[in-house]
């Protein structure tokens, strides 16, 4: 791929405006199910569509802000659509997006993508063949896109090595359940989803 076609690829996904995210972060966790992430690599342009999200909120003993900012979290309390990355367990990078106004940690985590642009890289990336399986699971996402700690605290409101965009896709319906991995507020239903996709993560009975 020449730079040409790398430079066209960026303006075919513009990024979604800060003033389009929602200031409530269930709000923006159902807003992301169906929007583009999109990550730049000397390869060239990677990208998937959004199909699970979570919500971390204000007093949510399962978020990484309940206990204040640390350095480790200090992106989470940026304002709404900055990216906090993180590693879980010492094994698998999380793609979060800060969520409300600057100084509230919360944030959405991207569970799962369906792949669009780019599937031989994250195939590359993934060591995999099987598309459903490239980026379905957060860990899984962010080693498809080849995405570590160097991005936290970036702006995906404006175009630059990962960025959110928008092509006005309808996802169609969107389910709602309790989210995958945690031990703390478990029952509360924050996760969401397209319903009927493929690339959602987790067992079929929590897509039900």
């Not at 513009?14 to 999109?38: C, H, M, Q, S, Y």
């Not at 599937?119 to 995405?147: C, F, S, T, W």
């Amino acid at each position: 791929m020449g730079r040409a076609d790398t430079v066209s690829q960026r303006d075919d996904h513009p990024p979604i405006a800060r003033a389009e995210l929602p200031n409530d972060t269930v709000a923006l966790a159902r807003f992301l199910i169906g929007k583009l992430v999109t990550r730049e690599l000397p390869e060239g342009i990677v990208s998937g569509r959004i199909v699970e999200t979570e919500a971390y909120v204000v007093g949510d003993a399962a978020g990484h802000g309940f206990r204040g900012m640390t350095p480790r979290n200090r992106s989470l309390f940026l304002e709404r659509g900055h990216a906090y990355v993180y590693l879980a367990y010492g094994v698998s990078m999380m793609l979060n997006v800060s969520s409300e106004m600057q100084g509230i940690g919360t944030g959405v985590l991207i569970r799962a993508l369906e792949p669009l642009e780019g599937i031989e890289i994250m195939r590359q990336n993934r060591g995999v063949e099987r598309l459903r399986d490239l980026a379905r699971g957060p860990g899984r996402l962010a080693a498809a896109l080849r995405i570590d700690r160097s991005l936290d605290g970036l702006d995906l409101c404006q175009k630059g090595p990962l960025w959110l965009a928008s092509d006005d896709f309808e996802p169609g319906e969107i389910g709602q359940g309790i989210r995958i991995g945690i031990s703390r507020d478990a029952d509360r239903l924050l996760r969401f989803y397209v319903r009927g996709s493929s690339f959602v993560s987790g067992p079929k009975s929590l897509q039900e």
